[in-house]
């Protein structure tokens, strides 16, 4: 039944995504430090920073959708793990989610991407890299992380261009089942939106009643956001609004 796809992070915001979208037409199996239900893939525990169960991970799969990140500088380390396990398997395919404009903004996370497209770059494996703009999740965490404050504070003068996972998970599963093409076309949500007007949206469609507060921030990287390097206007091909997102998610049970 279709092909042997290791995802990696299959546990995570995408990575659950992905998962969902590619068991329905090929074998799946999942590494995670924790402990596996029952989503119709295998489960494997390891550990990408130490190295723990990777092997077993990678043995027999002929794509890994690598969407673990330890959200910091021990990403490195997980992806040359990863990497080198894969080389002494049976050299996959490796596809590679990334950050939009994560070579434009001088963050210590985003130079950590960098530092990973690189080595799946110089892996000598088969690979794709696909960069993405802001997950919904991450900018509705964002307004969430603040509900108990009087006021919604964002970067002023800083747009996003928000995209659904799901829509990532449609697209990592398309790259996943054809050969490996390097850097692919960066991928972005459907609209471009001030912080502000999204703070708003989220308000309204949460009931909340919240003085939205623009906040002037100094420095490079909220620079780099202000004159929108992390944005890809050309390449809005995800669907779902975060409009759409937010009330699906308000429908959700829990
Ligand atoms: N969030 C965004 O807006 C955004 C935008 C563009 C691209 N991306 C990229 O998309 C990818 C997925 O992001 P996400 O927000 O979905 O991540 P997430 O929800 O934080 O999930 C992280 C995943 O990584 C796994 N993980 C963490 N440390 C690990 C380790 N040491 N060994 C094995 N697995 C480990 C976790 O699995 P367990 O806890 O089960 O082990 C979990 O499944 C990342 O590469 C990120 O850079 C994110």
């Given at each position: 039944m279709g092909t042997s796809i290791l995802v990696t992070g299959g546990t995570g915001t995408l990575g659950r995504a992905v998962v969902d979208k590619l068991t329905a037409g090929h074998e799946v199996r999942v590494l995670s430090r924790g402990h596996a239900d029952d989503r119709g893939a295998e489960w494997v525990r390891g550990d990408l920073r130490t190295g723990a169960g990777v092997a077993t991970a990678v043995?027999?799969?002929?794509?890994v959708v690598h969407c673990a990140t330890?959200?910091?500088?021990?990403d490195v380390a997980a992806t040359r793990n990863l990497l080198a396990a894969a080389h002494r398997a049976g050299r996959p395919h490796v596809v590679y989610v990334s950050i939009a404009g994560s070579d434009r903004i001088p963050l210590a996370y985003y130079r950590a991407k960098q530092h990973c497209e690189r080595l799946v770059e110089h892996s000598e494996l088969p690979w794709t890299i696909l960069r993405t703009t802001q997950f919904h999740d991450l900018v509705a965490t964002f307004f969430a992380m603040q509900r108990w404050s009087p006021a919604v504070a964002v970067p002023a003068g800083v747009s996003f261009q928000p995209i659904d996972v799901r829509d990532v998970a449609d697209r990592l599963a398309a790259l996943a089942a054809e050969p490996a093409a390097g850097r692919v076309a960066d991928l972005g949500g459907p609209q471009i939106r001030t912080t502000r007007e999204l703070a708003r949206t989220y308000l309204q469609v949460t009931g909340r009643r919240r003085v939205v507060l623009p906040l002037p921030l100094p420095g490079r990287t909220f620079r780099g956001y202000r004159e929108g390097r992390h944005l890809v206007p050309g390449n809005?091909?995800?669907?779902?609004?975060f409009d759409e997102f937010l009330a699906g998610a308000t429908r959700r049970p829990g």
């Open positions: 043995a027999g799969v002929e794509v330890t959200n910091g500088r021990g809005a091909a995800g669907r779902t609004t």
